[in-house]
């Protein structure tokens, strides 16, 4: 199996084309961006624009599951936390032929599992993202499925913006890695060079 701290990007899947893919749909954009943080960044991620196409998230996933097969892990289900992981939860469980459901957050902004969704003890789960940046999400969704016994094989990702630093327990298999320069708003390179500052995304920024 996988070292824990490894990330496994796919060696049957292009990831250059990959990379062209999301450009052309407007899901990785380079330029001079404000996130929901505060903190600026020379690179935006938005892949609920690639993941629109049926097509291209079919053969994406499709790659994703060959290396989770390829690794010897047989996962009872797929769980993906709400909305990033919706998407590429369904389709991996799809292509994995199990069942795939997706945490969500409660109204005091816990992760948890809702809607009649349940984990048997002793049940192994994927976790399905379509970005891993911190590796937090991740975790906290293996907190809670931990809690009820089960098994967390790894975590697929479309693309892997951690740089290693994800603080993973449990192997990570991705596409594409993306590195990503953020920067605190009154020391930010770009900012000081004139270029100007787009806000993307739908989330609001956080109150400072």
Same mark, same amino acid.
């Given at each position: ?12 899947? &292009? ?18 961006? =404000? ?6 960044? /020379?690179?935006? !991620?938005?892949?609920?624009?690639? %993941? ?14 060959? @290396? ?11 769980v993906g936390?709400?909305?990033? #992981? ?8 799809? @292509? ?8 969500? =957050?409660?109204? /005091?902004?816990?992760?948890? %599992? =809702? ?6 003890? #002793? ?8 970005? !891993?940046?911190? #590796? ?23 693309? &892997?913006?951690?740089? #290693?630093?994800?603080? %993973? /327990? ?7 890695? !993306? ?21 993307p995304g739908? =989330? ?5």
């Open positions: 199996m996988t070292n824990s701290t490894e990330t496994v990007t796919s060696t049957i899947f &292009d990831a250059s084309v990959l990379e062209q893919q999301l450009q052309r749909e407007d899901a990785l954009l380079r330029g001079h961006f =404000r996130l929901s943080s505060g903190l600026h960044s /020379d690179t935006y !991620v938005q892949c609920a624009r690639y %993941l629109r196409r049926p097509e291209l998230a079919a053969a994406a996933t499709a790659a994703l599951a060959a @290396q989770i097969q390829a690794a010897g892990l047989r996962p009872d289900v797929v936390p709400a909305m990033g #992981g919706v998407v590429i939860g369904y389709e991996l469980a799809r @292509q994995l032929g199990v069942p795939g459901i997706f945490t969500e =957050r409660d109204a /005091d902004g816990q992760m948890t %599992l =809702r809607r009649g969704f349940t984990i048997e003890p #002793g049940e192994k789960v994927i976790i399905a993202e379509d970005v !891993v940046t911190t #590796g937090k999400s991740t975790l906290e969704v293996a907190k809670v499925l931990r809690s009820m016994g089960a098994e967390v094989l790894a975590v697929a990702s479309l693309i &892997d913006r951690t740089g #290693g630093k994800g603080g %993973l /327990d449990f192997p990570h298999f991705a596409l594409l890695p !993306v590195v990503a320069a953020t920067f605190a708003p009154e020391s930010c390179p770009l900012c000081a060079a004139g270029v100007p500052v787009v806000k739908s =989330r609001p920024e956080k109150a400072f």
